[in-house]
């Protein structure tokens, strides 16, 4: 049972008497005894750091034994987060020990984690459990369920990309990630909904990144923990199994919806675009983006037949009469550009799902919205997770949260 890193709020509120648990494990009722002591002489922010650090390693020495197990229950729940940001030290360490993870993080560090079940991608931006946070120093880590019995990782290039989903496992899901503007992440933006077997089984994932600031200087990239390799232009990809009486489900939030105003078709799929109908008339898009002077953090929305799916603006050029988006417009598809709404934070509280008011086991959520909406610092419910370049929903999405979640099937006693 994976332990929560020592950046979870639960240690501190232990060790400081926010949060009283009757524990089980004799070990850390006699250490919380003496750390309760010391923080009740010394209430300072080191003292209780220091002491949340004792009490969180115990519980890391001694994972395995049962009464540990059932105190992490007890104080964690039986949904335990999955997702959590971790020093490099203890990334190597859960590498060690066999876990399938999927990480998330600066490519400095995880250029320095040893072979194992991981995959990984560049990105240092990310959702926590204290808010929006951007940061070189830790990995975010996805641990995979114990229920996930096996794991195969598979590169993909260009030319064998439309196998994905038929290599996928009968009962399970599979995780991908692709470097941005690679020519791997612009072959699956436009044409994932044509390879075979598209949508049979859950594919989820997201675009690795970089800090902005390192934009056009330094190459988003994916890694290969099996073989140590680093991508720049093919596609990483973890298939998992699960046991029968499991089923995985990926689904998106988008905050967004279609605004009342102009109906906005193309003559032809791309990420480039100059001529587009307005309502039927033949317009230059650039010049109805610049006259309309319409906002550009705010997509343009498709309905696929209830589902909302966003196209992002990534720039409008008024001297070439050129607009260039994050992701693939497609010919024959009515958008309409975005409402506006006043609170990003609000908006995505209001549209959580109801069965997502605990973490799932995998989400991400997009840089333009942790931009557009200023998120650092700023908490999202109880989701987290890496923020990235685009996400993987069967196809590509932007300007969304995307997550995995698995369930248990009634047994067929409960039939």
């Not at 922010?45 to 390693?57: G, K």
């Not at 605004?259 to 799929?269: C, L, Q, R």
Request: glycine share 6%.
């Amino acid at each position: 049972m994976d332990v929560p890193p020592i950046s979870h709020p639960a240690w501190t509120n232990i060790v400081s008497g926010k949060s009283r648990y009757q524990f089980k494990f004799l070990g850390t009722k006699f250490l919380l005894g003496y750390l309760s002591l010391r923080v009740e002489r010394d209430s300072s922010p080191e003292t209780i750091q220091r002491s949340a650090q004792e009490l969180h390693d115990i519980f890391v020495r001694n994972a395995d034994l049962p009464s540990v197990q059932r105190d992490l229950m007890q104080i964690f729940g039986k949904d335990i987060i999955k997702g959590f940001m971790y020093d490099l030290i203890e990334v190597k360490a859960k590498i060690t020990h066999g876990e399938k993870l999927l990480l998330a993080g600066d490519e400095n560090l995880l250029k320095q984690l040893p072979a194992g079940n991981w995959i990984g991608g560049s990105i240092p931006y990310f959702m926590t459990e204290q808010g929006g946070l951007s940061t070189r120093q830790k990995i975010y880590v996805t641990e995979l369920p114990e229920s996930v019995s096996n794991v195969s990782i598979r590169v993909y290039d260009p030319a064998t990309l439309e196998n994905i989903y038929t290599d996928m496992s009968l009962n399970g899901f599979s995780i991908i990630i692709m470097p941005c503007s690679s020519k791997t992440h612009l072959e699956f933006a436009l044409h994932a909904p044509q390879y075979q077997g598209f949508g049979h089984s859950p594919l989820i994932g997201w675009i690795s990144g970089v800090h902005l600031d390192d934009l056009g200087r330094i190459k988003p990239k994916v890694f290969n923990g099996q073989t140590q390799a680093i991508l720049e232009d093919r596609a990483i990809v973890m298939h998992a199994t699960l046991p029968p009486s499991q089923v995985a489900e990926i689904g998106y939030l988008n905050i967004f919806e279609q605004g009342n105003d102009d109906t906005i078709t193309f003559p032809k799929d791309g990420f480039l675009v100059r001529e587009v109908y307005i309502n039927g008339v033949k317009t230059n898009f650039a010049d109805y983006v610049t006259r309309r002077n319409l906002d550009t953090r705010l997509p343009l929305v498709a309905d696929y037949f209830g589902a909302m799916v966003n196209v992002s603006f990534l720039k409008v050029d008024a001297a070439k009469k050129e607009v260039e988006f994050y992701a693939p417009v497609f010919a024959g598809i009515s958008y309409k550009h975005a409402k506006p709404f006043e609170s990003y934070v609000m908006q995505f509280n209001a549209k959580l799902p109801e069965h997502l008011s605990k973490q799932p086991i995998f989400s991400c959520n997009c840089i333009l919205n942790y931009l557009y909406s200023e998120l650092e610092g700023k908490k999202t419910g109880e989701i987290t997770g890496p923020t990235t370049f685009g996400e993987v929903v069967y196809q590509l999405l932007n300007q969304t949260m995307a997550y995995l979640t698995i369930t248990d099937l009634p047994s067929s006693k409960s039939i």
